[in-house]
């Protein structure tokens, strides 16, 4: 239901004020915003969700006389909670883009690559539906697996459970998304320790907070309630601390920012370890009650096992070996000879390894006074207040008001899954995890099977080779690695040839590292890209199918949780531009049709769903999103009103369905600060590499990943071997006013937003003298992958051994305006070196060196 102008007036009750307030008001405020819209003729105020980055805000779009005037956070939302940022205000542009692609395109120069002008031909749609269903029938008659389903953004807006239902019908196990290139390494760790991902700092109830490079006061995919409550929470004295090698924004913002250099964070977060063990700042009772930390391992890393193969512990009260239940009472500590063999606590042989990551020693890796790193890991063991309960709603609560949060900072390198454990082993010393004021744990052990033996696959059944020798703990699509198998499919023992490619909302030859690889990758299939605008993998396409923008599409919404709130959410049409017939779901509905799929897409979407949609037709994205929210209990009435429904969760739900439920106490699962299920690994791959005669899976340093607990030598990726002459660091970040690559065209971030038109190479004003370089400089960037020329700019908050250069710029789409192409990417010139337990790509391990061009 749209809210007309009169209906809006009574419900809030505010005709009176708007007399008042006449129609020059400001939007200053939420509730003065929708006045306004109100007052200056608003027909319609349509609530929705945001897409213009992976916030998903909650939205009012205010439509006068059937065109968009104002974007306007809604405060109905408990993410968001009315407010928003400058990128989802101009998502108008999204809509209102000249730059859209407007009908199907067909290629008629055959020729693909950089520069390559496509010579589009416009089609009818059904001409294309036909073009691309003859491919697919052809395809899924011979072998359905030779297509491959790319999606990135793509699964935030129609959500990825409709793709991936699509092609289960289909046949194909190839969809693949972009987590590899993103954040992964940060789920896998969570994965590995507590059994599912996700997690956020309990920042009401926090008093000293750790952001290792969380950038979400520029990007983040919570950032719209973590800059909130992060300056709310400091406003009411938490001590908020960034640690990260640039001052982004929300170092500017911190109380302090300790400049590390680029992939160390390993030592620095162990060198806390050792000093909270040291100083006595233990949790003991939750390591043994609630982690592996008592368990026996044994020389080989394996743990001591009973006869029916259950893990062991040494029982204080028998003096034996016993499987923690009942009254056992797990010694934390200590090395126990059992059977003649002697077998050391989880805990002690992570005591005895991290006692030589000294402050000191952790100075000399990662650049951080060895005082710094004292006084940092002596207020968080103080201020963790162990041992502390606090009564909330009856209940008495485990309090440890300190918490660590981080995204990309310390995912995105080659020791990416160790780096983000390390911080997991911080934080179970402390036991903050699901504890008032710490960590608060999304679903935990909601997959067990994350505890499991790597699969080791060989031959690999997908194209990104997920799970397979090559990335044998991966539980994620290897988005990067769809390249190099589509380059050369027989050498990594694919019995297929990959022969098309269908791009949805994606833009991987601008996304993964090493553009010259991927873009010769993707000159191979016969390629279809769904999408607004004409960006790089369009450019290289066979056929282009223009989608609807979000604002003119019904999609059952992704949402963020918080630590307290959980919601369901659509989006709704508002507009639609360029009258296009078809969104993203009407595409997959009409393709299902066409190769005689469509039964069995309604089947499994019926069962991912829980709808109970009949087969036997096509359905509209709306009756879609009806029968979403039916099976919800909900009516879509409800959703059209006010574009989400919500829940404020007990206080029971928030601290005692986690790890209280899960794993506490004998006889339960347990958290893996051990994690055994890496022991091993190494030499499976091993094993199948020479089963196999595999050639080209270098395993040289595979024992890096055999490692059951994070150590020092993680803090050394391959990339910082550069020969000395490489002698800077090299870091990527995301900007305020651009999302990704796909704002390229948008006008009103690139012309009009201040500062985004291009962007440079950050550079320390000393290291910059030293070079004579001066502000504005062009200079060559150069790492062993490549080169590129950008724009130098000297400024005194980055560290001098490190520069920076953000993402989204340096467009070559020839379909593109020039004022895209500004500005330079630097996936040209970043060495890939995927982290080998979950698949993510090295982003931040490059080294470079700077010259005045
Ligand atoms: N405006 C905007 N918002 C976005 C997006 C966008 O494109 N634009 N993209 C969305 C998506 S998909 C994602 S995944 C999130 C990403 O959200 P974040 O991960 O929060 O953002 P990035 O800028 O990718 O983060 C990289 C940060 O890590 C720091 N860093 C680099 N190397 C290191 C290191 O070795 N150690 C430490 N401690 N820090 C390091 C960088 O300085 C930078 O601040 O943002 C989402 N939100
Ligand atoms: N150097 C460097 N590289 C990075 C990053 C970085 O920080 N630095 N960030 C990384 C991260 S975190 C990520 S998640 C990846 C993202 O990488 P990808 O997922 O490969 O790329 P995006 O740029 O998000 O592509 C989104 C596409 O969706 C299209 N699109 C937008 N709206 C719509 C719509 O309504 N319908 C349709 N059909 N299409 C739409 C856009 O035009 C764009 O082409 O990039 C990674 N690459
Ligand atoms: S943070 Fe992202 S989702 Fe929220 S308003 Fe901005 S662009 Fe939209
Ligand atoms: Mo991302």
């Known amino acids: 239901m749209e809210i007309t102008r009169r209906d809006f007036l009574k419900k809030s009750g505010m005709v009176a004020g708007i007399a008042a307030l006449g129609s020059e008001v400001v939007p200053i405020s939420r509730v003065v915003s929708e006045v306004e819209a109100a007052v200056l003729g608003g027909e319609a105020m349509i609530p929705s969700t945001c897409v213009m980055c992976v916030n998903f805000c909650g939205i009012r779009v205010s439509r006068v006389n059937g065109v968009i005037r104002q974007i306007y956070g809604n405060p109905e939302s408990p993410y968001n909670v009315g407010h928003m940022c400058p990128k989802g205000q101009s998502g108008i542009y999204d809509a209102y883009n000249p730059y859209r692609v407007k009908a199907p395109l067909k290629r008629t120069n055959p020729n693909k690559g950089p520069g390559e002008d496509p010579k589009w031909k416009e089609i009818s749609w059904d001409e294309a539906f036909s073009i ?188 034996s070996a016993k499987p923690y239940e009942g009254d056992v009472e797990p010694a934390l500590t200590g090395s126990y000879t059992v059977d003649g063999k002697t077998y050391r606590t989880a805990f002690e042989v992570f005591r005895e390894e991290v006692m030589d990551v000294t402050p000191e020693y952790a100075e000399g890796v990662c650049g951080v006074p060895a005082d710094t790193i004292r006084r940092v890991a002596m207020e968080f063991g103080e201020e963790a207040n162990i041992g502390a309960t606090i009564v909330k709603d009856g209940h008495i609560l485990r309090y440890r008001p300190v918490s660590i949060y981080t995204f990309r900072g310390l995912s995105t390198h080659e020791y990416g899954t160790q780096i983000n454990r390390a911080r997991w082993m911080v934080q179970m010393l402390v036991g903050n995890v699901d504890a008032v004021g710490g960590v608060q744990l999304h679903s935990a052990y909601k997959k067990p099977e994350f505890f499991d033996v790597a699969k080791c696959e060989y031959p690999p059944n997908r194209v990104d080779l997920q799970e397979s020798v090559y990335f044998p703990q991966a539980r994620h699509n290897v988005a990067q690695q769809v390249a190099y198998t589509l380059l050369d499919p027989s050498a990594y023992g694919l019995e297929y040839e990959p022969e098309m490619l269908i791009a949805y909302a994606s833009n991987r030859v601008f996304s993964a590292p090493v553009l010259d690889q991927q873009i010769e990758a993707y000159k191979k299939p016969y390629t279809v890209v769904i999408d607004t605008i004409l960006t790089e993998h369009a450019d290289m396409a066979d056929i282009v199918l223009p989608n609807k923008s979000y604002l ?180 990527t970040y995301k900007r305020m006013y651009l999302n990704q690559s796909g704002t390229a065209l948008n006008p009103m971030l690139r012309h009009v937003a201040h500062d985004s038109d291009e962007n440079f190479v950050l550079m320390n004003k000393a290291t910059a003298a030293k070079k004579g370089i001066k502000d504005g400089d062009e200079v060559n960037v150069e790492s062993r992958a490549g080169k590129i020329k950008a724009r130098a700019k000297l400024i005194e908050g980055i560290r001098p051994d490190t520069v920076g250069i953000s993402y989204h710029y340096g467009h070559w789409s020839t379909s593109m305006p020039d004022y895209a192409k500004k500005g330079v990417n630097p996936n040209w010139i970043i060495e890939l070196h995927s982290d080998m337990i979950s698949g993510m790509t090295n982003f931040n391990d490059t080294k470079v060196k700077v010259v005045k061009a």
């Open 552 to 731: 003119e599409c019904w999609h059952w919404a992704p949402t963020r949780f918080t630590v307290d709130t959980k919601h369901d959410a659509i989006r709704q049409p508002v507009v639609n531009t360029y009258n296009m017939p078809y969104q993203d779901f009407d595409i997959f509905m009409e393709l299902a049709k066409r190769v005689g799929i469509l039964d069995k897409f309604i089947e499994k979407i019926n069962k991912d769903w829980k709808t109970d949609l009949a087969p036997g037709r096509k359905y509209t994205a709306e009756e879609m999103v009806a029968a979403i929210a039916k099976a919800k209990g909900k009516s879509l009435e409800y959703f059209k009103e006010h574009g989400l429904s919500k829940k404020v969760l007990t206080t029971e739900e928030i601290y005692l369905k986690g790890v209280e439920a899960k794993f506490k106490g004998a006889g339960k699962p347990k958290m893996q600060f051990y994690c055994e299920n890496l022991v091993g690994t190494a030499e499976k791959v091993k094993q199948v590499v020479a089963e196999n005669n595999i050639t080209n899976l270098d395993i040289s340093n595979i024992d890096m990943i055999n490692a059951p607990l994070p150590k020092k030598e993680h803090a050394f990726p391959t990339g910082h071997e550069a020969p000395s002459d490489y002698d800077l660091y090299l870091i």
């Open 132 to 319: 691309i269903a003859e491919k697919l029938n052809k395809i899924k008659n011979d072998d359905p697996r030779k297509l491959i389903w790319l999606h990135g953004h793509g699964k935030y807006l129609v959500q990825d459970k409709f793709p991936k239902a699509l092609m289960k019908a289909f046949g194909t196990p190839n969809v693949v998304h972009r987590t590899t290139i993103c954040e992964v390494a940060r789920h896998t760790a969570d994965e590995l320790t507590w059994g599912y991902h996700a997690f956020l700092p309990d920042l009401d109830n926090c008093k000293y907070f750790l952001n290792f490079g969380g950038n979400y006061m520029e990007a983040g995919q919570w950032a719209r309630w973590l800059d909130r409550k992060t300056l709310d929470a400091m406003e009411n004295g938490m001590k908020n601390i960034v640690i990260e090698p640039r001052l982004s924004n929300s170092a500017a913002k911190a109380d302090e920012w300790i400049p590390i250099k680029p992939a160390t964070d390993m030592v620095f977060l162990l060198a806390m370890c050792n000093e909270l063990i040291t100083n006595g700042y233990v949790d003991e009772e939750f390591l043994i009650t609630y982690t592996n930390a008592p368990n026996l391992v044994g020389s080989d890393g394996k743990f001591l096992r009973d006869g029916n193969g259950k893990e062991l512990v040494w029982d204080r009260t028998s003096s």
